[in-house]
């Protein structure tokens, strides 16, 4: 299984955005929360501050919408150049169509759930998603601490993806770091988010090379 690491700009200068988003030269994905103070209790960024960063990075962008009516909203990031866009199980009426809609478009389709969210009413849908994001923390906010409860559903839905033999990728997002990302690897996760574990560090760089020698231990 590949290891791939997604640092979060939430923990990022939101002042120098494009030089942040440069210091993670070798990571796989740039991973952009983006919270209308409805779904979560915090407030971020929008489409023009992805169409921004587009332009100021070669590495893909993997934007993670906390926000209510994502059927509504979720095309637009993928026009503003989001290489994976993640709705929310809770916030969508048809997610079915909305993973069609933004694989049509040219994007991975990715579902996200929070942590009383359980795997199992979605199993179906999994054959419609690139990736699936479990939340180890309370989405709308870094430098949570990682919720270890989490494990077993993170175990569960590799279970699933590979009893249906699919392709898919299952990521982690909240308070992952070198103390917790091996955890989440031996549970069966591939994509790790981290944001204060990566911006919080004086190399960032450097933060993404040892978490993916971590994982990958
Ligand atoms: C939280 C966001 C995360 C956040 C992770 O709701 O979805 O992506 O940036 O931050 P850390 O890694 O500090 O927990
Ligand atoms: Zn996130």
Redesign the pocket.
Known sequence: MSVQISP????ADFARLAEEAQAVEGADWL?V?V?DNHF?P?LTLGVPVVEALRKATGIPLDC?L?IEQPDRWAPAYVEAGAGSVTFHAEAAAAPVRLAREIRAKGARASMALKPATPIEPYEDLLPELDMLLI??????????A?LDIMLPKIRRTRALIERHGLEMWLQV?????AETIERCAEAGADVF????????TDDPAAAVKALREQATS
């Open positions: 979060s700009i939430l923990s991973h929360d919270m979560v915090n993670h906390m939340m180890t923390v309370e989405p709308g906010f870094g430098g949570q990682f997002d909240g308070g992952v770091s988010v981290a944001g204060s574990a990566v911006y919080g």
